[in-house]
T-cell receptor, first 113, second 115 residues
Framework: GAVVSQHPSRVICKSGTSVKIECRSLDFQATTMFWYRQFPKKSLMLMATSNEGSKATYEQGVEKDKFLINHASLTLSTLTVTSAHPEDSSFYIC?????????FGPGTRLLVL | AQSVTQPDIHITVSEGASLELRCNYSYGATPYLFWYVQSPGQGLQLLLKYFSGDTLVQGIKGFEAEFKRSQSSFNLRKPSVHWSDAAEYFCAVGENGGATNKLIFGTGTLLAVQP
């Protein structure tokens, strides 16, 4: 099956700093990737659609200047949480499209102190 | 607007018993339907999907799901549950029949397995 990785798996940072999360499709090329946020005991909330070579498309209510997305290659998308605050602490999951199906990464646990 | 409903928030079954997780969707045309499983602290793993054709879909780990257009349902089943099946299960429908590649998720069903 299609494999998607994320790095790091968990990260702790201080309030005000920026954190970058990487999402890679390991065995296929993905022109489209998605970034989700998941709160405890909740479903996934789509944050943005990452398109290779173009600007990301953000969902309503998601601050594009705070959550910077870069999809520089067909196998890598990055999410940078800028000036992180404790309320940004969450589980961030990416997915990549292959043949009309989303394959998900293992997620990144972010804790902002 | 499209939506997915998983009526059961939490289900407990005994190991070896059969399982059915319910999923109802709203979409006027033929939907793209998915079931994913999430273990604690992990990402989502695709169990199975339905795009067209045979309405009974076989997936991994012994799961199957049946698409019933008349009931707008796509229930997930397993004849004999194993303790390792304890996890959260999400049903999802592809937005606009898969045209945008976006998924609309249900709220999930948490499965507990008793020994």
């Amino acid at each position: 099956g299609a494999v998607v990785s994320q790095h790091p798996s968990r990260v702790i940072c201080k309030s005000g700093t920026s954190v970058k999360i990487e999402c890679r499709s390991l065995d296929f090329q993905a022109t489209t990737m998605f970034w989700y946020r998941q709160f405890p005991k909740k479903s996934l909330m789509l944050m943005a659609t990452s398109n290779e070579g173009s600007k990301a498309t953000y969902e309503q209510g998601v601050e594009k200047d705070k959550f910077l997305i870069n999809h520089a290659s067909l196998t890598l998308s990055t999410l940078t949480v800028t000036s992180a605050h404790p309320e940004d602490s969450s589980f961030y999951i990416c997915s990549a499209i292959r043949s009309g199906t989303q394959y998900f990464g293992p997620g990144t646990r972010l804790l902002v102190l | 607007a499209q939506s997915v409903t998983q009526p059961d928030i939490h289900i407990t079954v005994s190991e070896g018993a059969s399982l059915e997780l319910r999923c109802n969707y709203s979409y006027g045309a033929t939907p793209y339907l998915f079931w994913y499983v999430q273990s604690p602290g992990q990402g989502l793993q695709l169990l199975l999907k339905y795009f067209s054709g045979d309405t009974l879909v076989q997936g991994i780990k012994g799961f199957e799901a049946e698409f019933k257009r008349s009931q707008s349902s796509f229930n997930l089943r397993k004849p004999s549950v194993h303790w390792s099946d304890a996890a959260e299960y999400f049903c999802a429908v592809g937005e606009n029949g898969g045209a945008t590649n976006k998924l609309i998720f249900g709220t999930g069903t948490l499965l507990a397995v008793q020994p």
